[in-house]
């Protein structure tokens, strides 16, 4: 919270000297279905919600960045110094279809956000704009955790219940804690 209170006051800062850019692409997931708890509430904003997630990624490196010495600053969808739409081709994470930012995973569902830094990063090569793993092998994962099949964890699920089925986690009578003492075994 001090780092957050100290960011709050620190006076606005530029991109000068800024050499390097990392982007965030954050894949949308799907929309809520009506009748679905919440969905009253956040139907229309999956855009917003991807773009977030974005910002949050980019926020947290940016500030790591900084605490390793270097300059750093995010840029999101609401707030930004760079043309995020310009960055995203420009790293070779998407390309531009009908006037549209366009990734061959995620099609336009995706949301951006990027850091700037004086940090000299190695760059990834780009995508290839016709992607061989849309074949056989990303519908099936080849060498991959994610594929076609499972991409979506909200397929299945109700967004108020997580993407994760927790509920089928094995509960236990009392919570497992933390102890800064060394345990000594006891003798009976």
């Known amino acids: 919270m001090a780092d957050l209170k100290d960011a709050m006051q620190a006076p606005p800062s530029g991109i000068e000297g800024h050499t390097h850019a990392v982007v965030f692409l954050t894949d949308m997931p799907r929309d809520p279905a009506h009748g679905e708890r919440g969905t009253d509430w956040i139907i229309g904003a ?17 500030n790591y960045i900084r605490l ?34 366009w990734n061959p995973f995620l099609g336009d569902r995706f949301g951006v956000a990027a850091l700037t830094t004086t940090f000299e990063v190695t760059p990834d090569k ?18 991959t955790q994610t594929s076609a099949l499972n991409k979506d964890p909200f397929k299945h699920r109700s967004y108020a219940d997580g993407p994760h ?15 800064d003492e060394p345990r000594v075994p006891r003798v009976p």
């Not at 290839?128 to 519908?139: C, I, M, V």
């Not at 089925?165 to 102890?179: C, D, G, Q, S």
Request: charged share 25%; glycine share 6%.
């Open 46 to 62: 999956e855009a917003q919600r991807a773009a977030l997630r974005s910002s949050e990624t980019a926020v947290v490196l940016a």
């Open 165 to 179: 089925p927790f509920e089928t986690l094995k509960r236990v009578e009392a919570p497992t804690t933390f102890i």
């Open 68 to 101: 390793l010495g270097w300059d750093a600053k995010a840029h999101t969808a609401t707030s930004s110094d760079v043309d995020l739409n310009r960055l995203t081709v420009m790293t070779g994470l998407a390309v531009v279809r009908e006037g549209k930012l």
């Open 126 to 143: 780009p995508l290839a704009q016709d992607q061989p793993l849309l074949g056989p092998k990303w519908w099936l994962g080849y060498r």
